[in-house]
């Protein structure tokens, strides 16, 4: 079992950067893929970005490619998404989500567990 807890979110000018924050209980969960997905108002959920167990793979949306950084510590259980450059179209619930298979999965019916999401508001 595997439980994840998001932090980091806030609001923000456009421009501005964030730091969301995964943390995750479970002695396995260096083994599991991570991902992150966001989802506003009316809109279905959708993946940002994903990384390995190993943090070696790392995987984006197009439409975070260049101003969005995902990485990891697995000593810490944590999982993190870097957003610089932030758009009033970047807001959303974040959600922060693992997956047995160990890689950077796009598609979210892949993923096992996920965290309650923190919201990111971006003002224009």
């Known amino acids: 079992q595997v439980q994840l807890v998001e932090s980091g979110g806030g609001l923000v000018q456009a421009g501005g950067s964030l730091r969301l924050s995964c943390a995750a209980s479970?002695?396995?969960?260096?083994?599991?893929?991570t991902g992150w997905f966001r989802q506003a108002p009316g809109k279905e959920r959708e993946f940002v970005a994903g990384?390995?167990?190993?943090?070696?793979?790392?995987n984006y949306a197009d439409s975070v490619k260049g101003r969005f950084t995902i990485s990891r510590d697995n000593a810490k259980n944590t999982v993190y998404l870097q957003m610089n450059n932030l758009k009033p179209e970047d807001t959303a619930v974040y959600y922060c989500?693992?997956?047995?298979?160990?890689?950077?999965?796009?598609?979210?019916?892949?993923?096992?567990?996920w965290g309650q999401g923190t919201q990111v508001t971006v003002s224009s």
């Open positions: 989500a693992a997956t047995f298979r160990g890689q950077p999965i796009r598609s979210r019916a892949e993923y096992d567990y």
């Open positions: 479970g002695r396995t969960f260096s083994s599991y893929g």
């Open positions: 990384i390995s167990w190993s943090g070696g793979t790392t």
